[in-house]
């Protein structure tokens, strides 16, 4: 027996966020760090992940990775593919949302796919097809500032357009609001049109909850890991209890925090979590000067009382931002921080760091590749979208892996005080 859903998401952070839904929902979920081997064992899962580095690589290249997970997903008979992207719909201009999607529909076969990155419970929603953060359009929310992907409109059926060669439609609320059967006959409209992508509002969850019944079928989805919610009803599964957790040390593994994002939600976190334990940032004038930052860095760590987190991290505010990638150009200045807490997270861990938690889609790319991690099982929710996971190897590692932008001040204090 196949698998039923397989999902394609464009970053780690993002695959450990739709796959806690699908698992809360009640979906059997394995989650591969890139493409996995012929030999990758998924059990009895119901769902399987597949996690890419994807989203600010040259456009050829995520097509060609998306495919080749596309590829491996249908061997193992998903019934529905899932392309996840940011609940920001982080790009560029030239992709690699618009790009990926064309790919995998043309793929596939796909005469229509939705277009929906919404997730109220971390405040965003789409109204009339634009894109809110909170209360902000997102061309007015921090993410205007974001070092890779700066986000300067909010209008979804423009941005897709603009990175498309197909047409976008849009649904608007008061469809959506109007229930599934209008929901169903409105993506039958626009695909007699022949538009294949169509945005839809979402405003709540129970938005969410229709449009995923609406799209039952459809060969193809695309948006934000809130929509997951809606999927697993429609294969029969429901929730589950979840099992009780078995605490089988009271002494928690020494801990790491690793903060490489930029955003104002990181910035905040770290804000409060240098007030109560250790912390180190990262210089990366001193990275570029190639002084021994990694090593010094590491001996800090040792020196610290175990039983306190060590706060590693190279954040910083926008005009700094501005600052190093005018001195360093924006790819260069953000590789040389994530190659940076990447050798870090390698080093932490040979000392016996047995708990990370990662701030940023980039940086925890850049940790979980230099860990070699081929896999993670899903544990607990520490804030929508962000679980807990532990590495499938044969010494298990606890990782947290935290967009950017996700969680409330408090989110460190918080994970740590929750069961891996």
Excluded at 279 to 287: F, G, Q, T
Aim: charged residues 20%.
């Amino acid at each position: 027996m196949g698998i039923l859903l397989g999902v394609i998401a464009d970053d780690f952070t993002g695959a450990t966020d739709i796959a806690s839904i699908l698992v809360r929902e009640g979906m059997r979920t394995v989650m591969s760090i890139g493409v996995p081997a012929a030999t990758f064992d998924v059990h009895d899962a119901d769902a399987v992940v597949v996690s890419l580095k994807s989203r600010t690589i040259p456009v050829a290249d995520a097509v060609a990775q998306s495919l080749d997970a596309l590829r491996w997903l249908q061997t193992r008979g998903a019934e529905q593919i899932f392309f996840k992207y940011c609940s920001t719909f982080d790009s560029t201009a030239k992709g690699n949302i618009g790009p990926v999607a064309d790919a995998l529909s043309d793929a596939l076969g796909a005469a229509i796919a939705v277009v929906c990155p919404a997730f109220p419970k971390n405040g965003r929603s789409v109204f009339n097809g634009h894109l809110f953060v909170g209360r902000q359009l997102l061309q007015d929310s921090p993410m205007k500032d974001h070092p890779l992907t700066p986000m300067r409109r909010s209008d979804l059926v423009a941005l897709m357009a603009e990175q498309s060669a197909h047409g976008v439609g849009l649904v608007p609320h008061e469809v959506i609001s109007a229930g599934d059967a209008a929901i169903s006959e409105a993506f039958a409209a626009i695909a007699a049109t022949g538009q294949r992508y169509v945005v839809v509002d979402a405003i709540h969850d129970d938005h969410l909850r229709s449009i995923g019944r609406a799209i039952r079928g459809h060969k193809l989805v695309t948006g934000g890991s809130a929509l997951a919610m809606g999927l697993p009803a429609n294969f029969g599964i429901s929730p589950r209890t979840p099992a009780e957790t078995t605490i089988t040390s009271r002494v928690p593994p020494r801990t790491a925090i690793l903060a490489g994002s930029c955003s104002a939600a990181t910035r905040q976190q770290l804000a409060r979590a240098k007030a109560l334990w250790p912390s180190r940032r990262i210089d990366l004038d001193a990275v570029a000067d190639k002084r021994p930052v990694v090593q010094e860095v590491l001996s800090w760590a040792k020196s610290q009382p175990a039983d306190q987190p060590v706060v590693i991290y190279g954040s910083a505010d926008p005009a700094e931002v501005e600052e190093n990638q005018a001195g360093y150009g924006s790819l260069q200045a953000g590789a040389m921080m994530e190659h940076t807490l990447a050798a870090i997270a390698e080093g932490l861990v040979a000392d016996g760091v047995g708990r990370l938690l990662v701030a940023g889609g980039e940086t925890s790319g850049a940790v979980i590749s230099a860990l070699k991690v081929q896999g993670l099982s899903i544990g607990a929710e520490i804030a929508p979208g962000v679980p807990w996971t532990t590495t499938l190897s044969d010494r298990p590692l606890q990782v947290a892996l935290k967009s950017g932008n996700f969680g409330g001040p408090d989110f460190f204090e918080r994970a740590l005080d929750i069961p891996a």
